[in-house]
């Protein structure tokens, strides 16, 4: 089945410097990479994703991209603000189920 | 639009007591709905999955199970409850298999 590793497990960074949070996984097969958003006490919100046919995608200040050949994908976020520390989760998956990544807690420090 | 209503928010049951969390989708037809549990705040971990009414797949061999009811409902039970049930308990649903994943609120379940 699917693995999927995340790497750091904690980030901090000073307000306006940008964050990358690294995701590889195992099935070659999987075709879909969303990466979510959890805030202390809510459910995880996708933020963006990305799918095998594509390398790049970017919304506003949050991109993700895709290495099929390695079997890694990314999520960059530029100009960091305050409201964007919570935890970051990766995920993969192709059919009817996404495996995620153990989660990433960002700080972003003001 | 489409909501996904979860209940309750908090709850504290004793060891041994049972649990019913239940799940429901507004605004979508035959949608896939999943309950995942998260423990310690980080990793999620598939429980059960459904893909239609009866259809339930389960990922995780514990004394948990899932029913699918109706179209749009999915509930999580248990007849008795272990001190390592607790954790923060999410639903979610999808539309189909191209669509990412939508959460609900989850109920954050303690066992004492």
């Known amino acids: 089945g699917e693995n999927v590793e995340q790497h750091p497990s904690t980030l901090s960074v000073q307000e306006g410097d940008s964050a990358v949070i690294k995701c590889t996984y195992s099935?070659?097969?999987?075709?879909?990479f969303p990466w979510y958003k959890q805030e202390l006490g809510k459910g995880p919100q996708l933020i963006i994703d990305?799918?095998?046919?594509?390398g790049e995608k970017k919304d506003q200040r949050i991109a993700v991209t895709l290495n099929k050949t390695a079997k890694h994908f990314s999520l960059h976020i530029t100009e960091t603000q305050p409201e964007d520390s919570a935890v970051y989760f990766c995920?993969?998956?192709?059919?009817?189920?996404?495996?995620f990544g153990a989660g990433t807690i960002l700080r972003v420090k003001s | 639009s489409q909501t996904i209503h979860q209940w309750p928010a908090t709850l504290v049951q004793p060891v041994g007591s049972p649990l019913s969390l239940e799940c429901t989708v507004e605004?979508?037809?035959?949608?896939?709905l999943y309950w995942y549990r998260q423990a310690a705040g980080r990793g999620l971990q598939l429980l059960f999955y459904?893909?239609?009414?009866?259809?339930i797949s389960s990922e995780v061999p514990q004394n948990l199970s899932a029913s699918r009811p109706q179209d749009r409902q999915f509930i999580l039970s248990s007849k008795k409850l272990l001190l390592s049930d607790s954790g923060f308990y999410l639903c979610?649903?999808?539309?189909?298999?191209?669509?990412?994943?939508?959460f609900g609120s989850g109920t954050r379940l303690t066992v004492v």
């Open positions: 099935d070659s097969a999987s075709n879909y």
């Open positions: 459904s893909v239609g009414i009866g259809q």
């Open positions: 990305i799918r095998s046919n594509v």
């Open positions: 979610a649903w999808r539309a189909d298999r191209g669509s990412g994943y939508t």
């Open positions: 995920a993969a998956g192709r059919g009817n189920k996404l495996v």
């Open positions: 605004g979508t037809s035959n949608p896939n």
